[in-house]
């Protein structure tokens, strides 16, 4: 693991200025930081190497409100991608956007001249920022490391005592018992009910990665390093 | 102990797979964060002002275990040496705490940890209080409590496999 690291360190050591790297709670990380561009700042990050997630803030998004239902678009000169995408907008008043882009898309992203995102069918921004092309091509060589990184964590637990499996019947029947009472959750938006219930589905698996992702991000642009030892905590929703 | 309440921050991050079907639960004021590595709740930022801290939640690592996550500005500014939980029928004294201070002036996180035995407690107590150093800490009423509880133990089972 430690080998595995410091392997991952070094394929980020050749970063083109105004690009920053880490590689917090076992992830590939890149960003721009503060920009003065539109976005103002764009981070792209990956935990394993199938998908990279791409997180855009900006104070000027216009007429976004927070939400998980988006759908992006990201243009690039090889083709077009669609994505679930996110909006959150932080304490500071800024709106991130987050979605997901194939790690396969990632060389063809650091090349192609042109770089844009539509989200819901709108012009959202342009992201051909200078010096993606060496950016991406260090993170492309982080990922491998990820998926090495995560197969012990990966891997089932050893079997315990039946204890603990009664303990866990238990308690998800008492939950269940009790939730009978309670307002059952957020129903699905749309007029197709099984469609919804799936997109939403697909969503909430990508929305935890893009939330943790928003965290950090909001984290950066108030100020914060990506070499923040908190950075864990920050992701987890434990630190601002 | 600052160190190991952001442990289980950076393991809940451990992997980032699509996990089980109990992900696709969802709350109105709580947020599903687990990852591959760990099934965890937190509470929304709308939920904050009708809860006595800044946040709450609840998450666990090891499927014999949980942890009550609280953060918020709190007079405990260093390590409590002891925490109980009082749940309706039981209290249970913690066999491990995390403590840690936040970044902010007066922001501090704990996690109390408590065997899954307990998990049902949450479910059923209306509400349950923690005590730290022998002292009243907090009182919580937590909404969907059955909804949460439901979905960290099935989260759980289904890691076990």
Redesign the interface.
Known sequence: MLVLAILAAAAFTQLPQGWVAAK????CLIGTGPRAEEPVAMMLG???NA?VMVMLTSPRFPGLAPGDGYVAELQLDAGKSLSPAMVQKNQQGLISVGFIMPADKLPAFGKSARVKVRLDGRNLADLAAPGRDTAAAALGKCLPSLKKA?AP??A??A??AS???D?????????????????A??PPQGGNAAAAMAR??AL??KS??M??MMRMNNHLIGGGSMAD??M????????? | MKNRLFACGALALATFSAAAPASAQSFSQWRVSSSGGGCSVVTTKDMQPQIPSAGFGVNSEANNQFSLLVRGNMNVTTPPKSAEVQFAGRSVKAPKIGFGKLGEPNLYGIAIYLDVEYLKDMAESPSFKIRLDGEDFATYSLAERGQVVAYIARCLREKRG
Do not use: F, I
Request: hydrophobic share 40%; glycine share 14%; aromatic share 2%.
């Open positions: 917090p709670g076992g992830q990956a935990q394993d998908n995560a964590a990966a089932k637990p079997p315990q204890s603990v499996d303990a866990l019947a238990a308690a998800e029947a008492a939950g269940n018992r009790v939730a009978k009472t309670e307002g959750g957020r939403q589905g909430q698996a935890n990665e939330l943790m030892p908190n864990g905590a920050v992701m987890w929703g434990l630190q601002n």
